[in-house]
T-cell receptor
Framework: KNQVEQSPQSLIILEGKNCTLQ??????????LRWYKQDTGRGPVSLTI?????NTKSNGRYTATLDADTKQSSLHITASQLSDSASYIC???????????FGQGTTLQVKP | DTGVSQDPRHKITKRGQNVTFRCDPI?????LYWYRQTLGQGPEFLTY????????KSRLLSDRFSAERPKGSFSTLEIQRTEQGDSAMYLC????????????FGPGTRLTVL
């Protein structure tokens, strides 16, 4: 069964601190993996996308890693800001249909 | 703003009523997806279209749900005889097949069934 699991479920950090979110997946065939940021009451917005051959991808203060052998990914947020408070969703694309398998998300709260 | 719009943004209805949501994708995107998201969960796939053809439907899409994309542009999702369990955020996304499978999401329609 295609599954994407994320940890932790929720996280609270102080402004300016770094954090790392984890994603494990069992999706076949694997096409790509992406991280989305979803603000409360809004649709998800793509942060990074990685194919099988890519190990790391950065987007400003966001850095995603992918280990296709262990089927794990992480999203590292550097020097967090209050605006980083959101849900971060790991999504794996399966096959050629573009159908996305979503994790349940990690809710991040950045406090001043 | 991703370029995908959804209407309405919020809908409150009484159990048993019918509701219809609309999604306007990015104009040149030929694939359109519908998802449902409940609180604290990631989105779940419902169905998708390539142009006007509905190519796949999830088992989550019961007989009370119907989606259309009559001219291959905007799409509608109708829920008949709504139940309280239908309360969720309904998300629409669109993409071009050649664009690395990147899906662009709309802001969603939040449905509350009383």
């Amino acid at each position: 069964k295609n599954q994407v699991e994320q940890s932790p479920q929720s996280l609270i950090i102080l402004e300016g601190k770094n954090c790392t979110l984890q994603c494990n997946y069992t999706v076949s065939p694997f096409s790509n993996l992406r991280w989305y940021k979803q603000d409360t009451g809004r649709g998800p917005v793509s942060l990074t996308i990685m194919t099988f051959s890519e190990n790391t991808k950065s987007n400003g203060r966001y850095t995603a890693t992918l280990d296709a052998d262990t089927k794990q990914s992480s999203l590292h947020i550097t020097a967090s800001q209050l605006s980083d408070s959101a849900s971060y969703i790991c999504v794996v694309s399966a096959g050629n249909t573009g159908k996305l398998i979503f994790g349940q998300g990690t809710t991040l709260q950045v406090k001043p | 703003d991703t370029g995908v719009s959804q209407d309405p943004r919020h809908k409150i209805t009484k159990r048993g009523q019918n509701v219809t949501f609309r999604c306007d994708p990015i104009s040149e995107h030929n694939r359109l997806y519908w998802y449902r998201q409940t609180l604290g969960q990631g989105p779940e796939f419902l169905t998708y279209f390539q142009n006007e053809a509905q190519l796949e439907k999830s088992r989550l899409l019961s007989d009370r749900f119907s989606a259309e994309r009559p001219k291959g542009s905007f799409s509608t999702l109708e829920i008949q005889r709504t139940e309280q369990g239908d309360s969720a955020m309904y998300l629409c996304a669109s993409r071009l097949p050649s664009a690395g499978n990147e899906q662009f999401f709309g802001p969603g329609t939040r449905l509350t069934v009383l």
